[in-house]
């Protein structure tokens, strides 16, 4: 069932369909992380209804692409930028992300930023039920390694990705951002709740940048907003 509800507090509506995957903390976190100077052009990639492209557009005026496959998503998407009048501002695609090449030539963009799917897929996994919700969560349309070629073929020298995934796949993130060029600049550790596991770290990346990395842990779990908190 298709609902409209609040977009955290941003005063914003977002559509979203009960049955799908829905925005979560990530999205926000992300969508606060990311900054953007003047001019500066931004995709986001596997944008699921458009929480990222929303949010960015209370904090900036630049002009945000989005990809997303998931045609009844995709459809959540545009219902939510209509209703928010950010037809302007935002434009968003409906088609695979590894079809990318074919609206945008290479090294066009200033940001890129995905909130991809978390878990590797194969035949043992146990998946979703509900395909959205399966797409959403696992590598079945997309993989790591497809999404980081991605953002390299997009990305302009020195340009940055902003990432958030689980923790225990940084390595394997690591090793591939590092085989195409693009350098971990700065890791969030992001701490959910009481137990000791940090199990979501935000990743700024910058391609073809110098080697050097920034770490930082936030602890959100008792935080009341999340609005500003990486000002």
């Given at each position: 069932?298709?609902?409209?509800?609040?977009?955290?507090?941003?005063?914003?509506k977002?559509y979203?369909?009960?049955?799908?995957?829905?925005?979560?903390?990530?999205?926000?976190l992300?969508?606060?992380?990311?900054?953007?100077?003047?001019?500066?052009k931004?995709?986001?990639?596997c944008t699921?209804?458009?929480?990222?492209?929303?949010?960015?557009?209370t904090?900036?005026?630049?002009?945000?692409y989005?990809?997303e496959?998931?045609?009844?998503?995709?459809?959540?998407?545009?219902?939510?930028?209509?209703?928010?009048?950010?037809?302007e501002?935002?434009?968003?695609i409906?088609?695979?992300?590894?079809?990318?090449?074919?609206?945008?030539?290479?090294?066009?963009?200033?940001?890129?930023?995905?909130?991809?799917?978390?878990?590797?897929?194969?035949?043992n996994?146990?998946?979703n039920?509900?395909?959205?919700?399966?797409?959403?969560?696992?590598?079945?349309?997309?993989?790591?390694?497809?999404?980081?070629?991605?953002?390299?073929?997009?990305?302009?020298?020195?340009?940055c990705?902003y990432?958030?995934?689980?923790?225990?796949?940084?390595?394997?993130?690591?090793?591939?951002?590092?085989?195409y060029?693009?350098?971990?600049?700065?890791?969030?550790?992001?701490?959910?709740?009481?137990?000791?596991e940090l199990?979501?770290?935000?990743i700024?990346?910058v391609?073809?940048g110098?080697?050097?990395?920034?770490?930082k842990?936030?602890?959100v779990?008792?935080?009341k907003t999340?609005?500003?908190?990486?000002?």
């Open positions: 069932m298709k609902i409209l509800n609040d977009l955290y507090d941003y005063n914003l977002i979203q369909d009960e049955d799908y995957f829905k925005f979560s903390l990530d999205s926000i992300l969508a606060e992380y990311i900054k953007l100077k003047n001019n500066d931004i995709i986001d990639l699921g209804n458009a929480p990222i492209p929303l949010i960015l557009s904090k900036y005026d630049n002009e945000i989005g990809i496959i998931q045609n009844n998503v995709y459809n959540n998407a545009i219902d939510s930028i209509t209703y928010n009048n950010l037809q501002q935002i434009k968003i409906n088609d695979d992300v590894k079809n990318v090449k074919n609206y945008f030539p290479g090294n066009n963009f200033d940001v890129v930023s995905c909130n991809p799917p978390f878990f590797k897929y194969n035949k996994a146990l998946i039920e509900v395909e959205e919700k399966a797409i959403s969560r696992h590598e079945i349309k997309v993989s790591l390694e497809e999404l980081c070629w991605q953002i390299n073929y997009l990305l302009k020298d020195n340009g990705s990432m958030v995934h689980r923790a225990d796949r940084l390595t394997e993130l690591t090793i591939i951002l590092n085989n060029g693009i350098a971990i600049k700065e890791l969030v550790f992001i701490k959910t709740n009481k137990s000791a199990a979501l770290v935000l700024k990346a391609k073809k110098k080697l050097g990395v920034k770490v842990c936030l602890d779990q008792d935080l999340y609005k500003n908190i990486f000002d």
